[in-house]
């Protein structure tokens, strides 16, 4: 397996919840900005499932050496790379905020996922799993930097799923709502709308296996943002949302 993001609460849990289910990896690599995080987390499943992985750093907001990943080579990818921002007023209107949340949750990201796309469509094989948001499905004024750059990638991650149907790949769209992560610690959260990692990662293992196109996190997500993508234009610019 090769994780994108592997600080990621999210695909802790998602490898956890793999391993505890029988899958079989001979090598799970680990990408990461930071190592020493990482490497602990690596500890771990080598300790509790005798699971051989790799550490390798891949900071976004630095130039990347592809050739390092020559020999990285699985028939999963899971991608959990994701960078919330600053959402207060000024940090909407920041650039080094705004440049930063579209870097690393899209114009950074794609280039680092077309790379292994392609060696998948080479093997014809293989899945891809990428976390997007609900924020992606419509703008809001509480995050519409973030939700942009999500809306980006779910549409790339739709492209990808069509570019790669007759390749014998499938690509898997997470839509996650309000999650319990480090990323979102002090945020006036609903915690019946809000997964736990564990939770999120029983519901994406749960849609890998089955096939699915796309998949809400946690499931009433999908209920909810249907009705938000169908609110009329001259009411919604209105609301508080």
Same mark, same amino acid.
């Given at each position: 397996?090769?994780?994108? !993001?592997?600080?990621?609460?999210?695909?802790?849990?998602?490898?956890?919840?793999?391993?505890?289910?029988?899958?079989?990896?001979?090598? @799970?690599?680990?990408? /990461?900005?930071?190592?020493?995080?990482?490497?602990?987390?690596?500890?771990?499943?080598?300790?509790?499932?005798?699971?051989?992985?790799?550490?390798?750093?891949?900071?976004?907001?630095?130039?990347?050496?592809?050739?390092?990943?020559?020999?990285?080579?699985?028939?999963?990818?899971?991608? %959990?790379?994701?960078?919330?921002?600053?959402?207060?007023?000024?940090?909407?209107?920041?650039?080094?905020?705004?440049?930063?949340?579209?870097?690393?949750?899209?114009?950074?990201?794609?280039?680092?996922?077309?790379?292994? %796309?392609?060696?998948?469509?080479?093997?014809?094989? !293989? /899945?891809?799993? *990428?976390?997007?948001?609900?924020? *992606?499905?419509?703008?809001?004024?509480?995050?519409?930097?973030?939700?942009?750059?999500?809306?980006?990638?779910? %549409?790339?991650?739709?492209?990808?799923?069509?570019?790669?149907?007759?390749?014998?790949?499938?690509?898997?769209?997470?839509?996650?709502?309000?999650?319990? /992560?480090?990323?979102?610690?002090?945020?006036?959260?609903?915690?019946?709308?809000?997964?736990?990692?564990?939770?999120? %990662?029983?519901?994406?293992?749960?849609?890998?296996?089955?096939?699915?196109?796309?998949?809400?996190?946690?499931?009433?997500?999908?209920? @909810?943002?249907?009705? @938000?993508?169908? @609110?009329?234009?001259?009411?919604?610019?209105?609301?508080?949302?």
């Amino acid at each position: 397996m090769i994780v994108l !993001g592997s600080t990621s609460e999210v695909a802790q849990a998602f490898v956890e919840k793999a391993l505890e289910e029988g899958e079989k990896y001979e090598k @799970i690599y680990l990408f /990461t900005s930071s190592k020493e995080t990482t490497e602990r987390f690596a500890r771990h499943i080598d300790v509790k499932f005798f699971q051989q992985s790799e550490v390798i750093e891949l900071d976004l907001m630095k130039e990347i050496d592809y050739n390092t990943f020559d020999t990285v080579s699985s028939n999963v990818l899971f991608c %959990a790379t994701g960078y919330l921002g600053e959402g207060t007023e000024e940090g909407l209107y920041d650039h080094k905020n705004t440049e930063k949340i579209i870097d690393i949750n899209y114009s950074k990201l794609v280039p680092v996922m077309n790379y292994f %796309a392609l060696k998948f469509e080479s093997r014809r094989s !293989g /899945t891809i799993i *990428g976390l997007s948001s609900v924020a *992606g499905d419509r703008g809001r004024q509480s995050n519409f930097i973030y939700g942009s750059a999500k809306a980006a990638f779910t %549409a790339y991650l739709s492209g990808l799923r069509n570019y790669l149907f007759d390749k014998k790949v499938h690509v898997l769209t997470v839509k996650p709502g309000f999650m319990a /992560t480090k990323m979102t610690e002090g945020l006036p959260l609903n915690p019946k709308l809000t997964a736990t990692p564990k939770q999120a %990662a029983a519901c994406i293992y749960k849609a890998y296996k089955n096939g699915k196109n796309v998949a809400y996190v946690l499931p009433v997500w999908g209920i @909810i943002m249907m009705v @938000i993508r169908n @609110i009329p234009e001259f009411i919604f610019k209105k609301l508080k949302l």
